[in-house]
């Protein structure tokens, strides 16, 4: 079992109301490899809207893992302190 380090970086809010996230699934390790994905305060559904394909560039780390542990910490930021973060970490 190994440790991920998690990454995501807020990029822009759309006109619908969706918060854009760059995501890096290893940022320690391949800080080159991310992708981009959409959450929704209502309803706190990410969605990967650019794939990073993480495991078919030898991470041992999913996009979905990765998303999915991010999103955790962005609702309970947002839960916190009312607002969206600029940047949020996970180690996993």
Not at 12 to 19: A, I, L, N, P
Not at 36 to 57: G, H, L, M, R, S
Not at 66 to 72: F, Q
Request: proline fraction near 4%.
């Amino acid at each position: 079992m190994g440790v991920f380090h998690f990454k995501g970086v807020f990029k822009e809010k759309t006109e619908d109301g969706r918060f854009l996230y760059f995501f890096y699934p290893d940022y320690i390790e391949a800080g080159e490899v991310g992708g981009v994905f959409a959450i929704k305060p209502n309803d706190w559904q990410p969605v990967i809207v650019v794939e990073a394909n993480a495991e078919q560039k030898g991470l041992v780390s999913t996009d979905h893992r990765c998303v999915s542990g991010l999103a955790a910490k962005i609702k309970k930021h947002f839960e916190a302190e009312g607002q969206m973060p600029t940047e949020v970490f996970r180690i996993s």
